[in-house]
């Protein structure tokens, strides 16, 4: 099964569709673009050897919100409070990691288009039985350039909470 967690465009939304198997969620830029008229804003899916998962842009209930490997635990466990899974799957901020925090494990798998990352290629997460980082390589016109750390310094900034530990 593939379920992409948003900021699809228009393009590769059309390539999804004609495949027996995804499912697409829709993100902020796919909201802002207008590209949502029947994209859901989350799903859930149970995941040999995870559990039930919850999948989504940001956070269930907002594609805006910002989770890092830095926040902090407490606005980690604030912003998934009402998410009864215990995994959360998104990519929102584009950078791959795997948090615990409380009782919720938060799983960014980077992204296909544009990620943040020290190597170039679409990165993605296979999940079951366990989480499963992959990076497929391509060629590209033009790539972020960003590491994850600097990622993860402005999208901290652009959450109001300057720079996390």
């Not at 994209?39 to 805006?64: I, T």
């Amino acid at each position: 099964m593939i379920v992409v967690c948003g900021d699809i465009g228009p393009s590769a939304l059309a390539v999804l569709r004609s495949r027996p198997d995804p499912h697409c969620i829709r993100g902020n830029a796919d909201r802002e673009d207008r590209i949502d008229a029947d994209l859901p804003p989350s799903l859930g899916f149970v995941v040999d050897g995870l559990g039930a998962v919850r999948f989504c842009h940001a956070v269930p209930g907002d594609d805006e919100s910002i989770i890092t490997r830095r926040t902090p635990p407490g606005i980690v466990a604030a912003l998934l409070a009402d998410t009864a899974e215990h995994v959360v799957r998104y990519d929102h901020t584009h950078v791959q990691y795997d948090r615990r925090v409380g009782e919720h494990r938060v799983v960014n798998c980077g992204s296909v288009g544009l990620p943040y990352e020290a190597e170039p290629g679409a990165h993605w997460v296979m999940l079951g039985p366990d989480v499963d980082f992959r990076r497929t390589i391509y060629t590209a016109a033009s790539l972020p350039e960003a590491t994850p750390d600097e990622a993860a310094e402005h999208f901290e900034r652009l959450a109001g909470r300057g720079t996390a530990p």
